[in-house]
Nanobody, 117 residues
Framework: QVQLVESGGGSVQPGGSLRLSCAAS????????MYWVRQAPGAGLEWVSYIEPEGAGGKRHYADSGAGRFTISRDDAKNTESLQMNDLKSDDTAVYYCAPTKEGDNRGQGTQVTVSS
């Protein structure tokens, strides 16, 4: 079955950085566009970034919220993806999930990111 395990979250001050990681299993990871989505307190799921399969060119896409600050990457040989987040803001506080769909289907348990002074 599909399994996604996110890690790397934590508490940082505004302007800080975090690198999130996701380990995937149970599906053909290399064939899927892979997403990072997040859910802030009291809000719905919001896509943050996604990356096309390496075999399709690995093109990266960002929502306005993370453009210029976040960098998504993937390693199809290892079934992993990552999200480097720089210059974090309080609005980035959320639980972050990796998923093979923009809606967050089959997402993992998530990793908490808290940005606060």
């Amino acid at each position: 079955q599909v399994q996604l395990v996110e890690s790397g979250g934590g508490s940082v001050q505004p302007g800080g950085s975090l690198r999130l990681s996701c380990a995937a299993s149970g599906f053909m990871f290399s064939a899927y566009w892979m997403y990072w989505v997040r859910q802030a307190p009291g809000a719905g799921l919001e896509w943050v970034s996604y990356i096309e399969p390496e075999g399709a060119g690995g093109k990266r896409h960002y929502a306005d919220s993370g453009a210029g600050r976040f960098t998504i990457s993937r390693d199809d040989a290892k079934n992993t993806e990552s999200l480097q987040m720089n210059d974090l803001k309080s609005d980035d506080t959320a639980v972050y999930y990796c998923a093979p769909t923009k809606e967050g289907d089959n997402r993992g348990q998530g990793t908490q990111v808290t940005v606060s002074s």
